[in-house]
């Protein structure tokens, strides 16, 4: 399996639920990351992975946690969301996260997500 | 801080003329360089990077240090070739942090 996966795709949440996307790779790769992109604009890097660790928050708010609970997996918690937040999601892996050839990112297709 | 800028939003050529799609970057250390594309309904994947010195799909490109450009080049275009595409920067301590540009759509007319 070469590919990143998302689910759901599409997600419509209102303003106070609690939701989760979930990202999968099975290449082994042991970074993982979150990114948001709102429309016509590039992704913009929320949260880095190395290890099941967090490596990297780029300041992002607290409604927006990250979970890692194992290599394969990535999970972002979303609760009390604003109509800002709505844009794509995209999760990327590699097989590290520091610099030279392993560090290529793949990326899923993302979870477009509307809050209302 | 890292900084990529395409001046570019859009660009359009006509089939089997050069293409050239401009990167130029703001980064004091030793950067390394990406170029990432965007077919339309497909994902964001890897086009090439400069450490790799590497043709892929018939696009080249090299990294000047002296004018901080990264341009991305291909002498005949082809329509499969429209598409988005994004200069991306890593460096630093945070090596996992990619910094992309804006972004230039490319479009290639039969």
């Known amino acids: 399996d070469t590919e990143v996966t998302q689910t759901p795709k599409h997600l419509v949440m209102g303003m106070t639920n609690k939701k989760s996307l979930k990202c999968e790779q099975h290449m082994g790769h042991r970074a993982m990351y979150w990114y948001k992109q709102k429309a016509k604009k590039p992704p913009e890097l929320m949260f880095v992975?190395?290890?099941?660790?967090?490596?990297i928050n780029e300041s992002v708010p607290s409604r927006f946690s990250p979970e890692c609970p194992n290599s394969s997996l990535l999970n972002l918690h979303l609760h009390a969301l604003q109509p800002e937040d709505s844009a794509l999601y995209l999760c990327?892996?590699?097989?590290?996260?520091?610099?030279?050839?392993?560090?290529?990112?793949?990326f899923g297709p993302g979870t477009r997500l509307t809050v209302l | 801080a890292q900084r990529v800028t395409q001046p570019e939003k859009l660009l359009s050529v006509f089939k089997g003329a050069p293409v050239e799609l401009k990167c130029n970057y703001s980064?004091?250390?030793?950067?390394?360089l990406f170029w990432y594309v965007q077919y339309s309904r497909q994902r964001l994947q890897l086009l090439l990077r400069?450490?790799s010195r590497e043709s892929i799909k018939g696009f080249t490109a090299d990294l000047n240090k002296g004018e901080t450009s990264f341009h991305l080049k291909k002498p005949f275009a082809q329509e499969e070739d429209s598409a988005m595409y994004y200069c991306a920067l890593k460096g630093g301590t945070s090596y996992g942090k990619l910094t992309f540009g804006q972004g230039t759509i490319l479009t290639v007319h039969p």
């Open positions: 990327a892996s590699s097989q590290a996260s520091g610099r030279g050839a392993r560090d290529e990112q793949f």
């Open positions: 992975y190395s290890y099941e660790k967090l490596s």
């Open positions: 400069h450490i």
């Open positions: 980064y004091s250390g030793s950067p390394e």
